[in-house]
Nanobody, 115 residues
Framework: QVQLVESGGGLVQAGGSLRLSCAAS????????VAWYRQAPGKQREWVAI???????VYTDSVKGRFTITRDGGKNMVYLQMNSLKPEDTAAYYC?????????WGQGTQVTVSS
């Protein structure tokens, strides 16, 4: 059974930092595309950062230079380092892993940035 579990969310002031973590059971992150998405209240879920199976990383424009996606193969973890946080970054953040064309999602972790 595949399970992704995010952690690390919380309340932070604007300009602060958080590191989100995503732990997996039942699948291996290495060699698969992983991504972080977010969904703010009343808005559609949007992708934030992607680390492809080939090792490329891509970021949505609004987080470029502030967020970094990494993975630790030894620990089977994926991280999202978020710096210089802004109130508009407030959302529930979700981890996703694509394995042979199937999307696996975590349950999300809430990030709230106060102004």
């Amino acid at each position: 059974q595949v399970q992704l579990v995010e952690s690390g969310g919380g309340l932070v002031q604007a300009g602060g930092s958080l590191r989100l973590s995503c732990a997996a059971s039942g699948l291996i992150f290495s060699g698969n595309t992983v991504a972080w998405y977010r969904q703010a209240p009343g808005k559609q879920r949007e992708w934030v950062a992607i680390a492809t199976s080939g090792g490329r990383t891509v970021y949505t424009d609004s987080v470029k230079g502030r967020f970094t996606i990494t993975r630790d193969g030894g620990k089977n973890m994926v991280y999202l380092q978020m710096n210089s946080l802004k109130p508009e970054d407030t959302a529930a953040y979700y981890c996703k892993c694509v394995v042979r064309g199937v999307d696996y999602w975590g349950q999300g972790t809430q990030v709230t940035v106060s102004s």
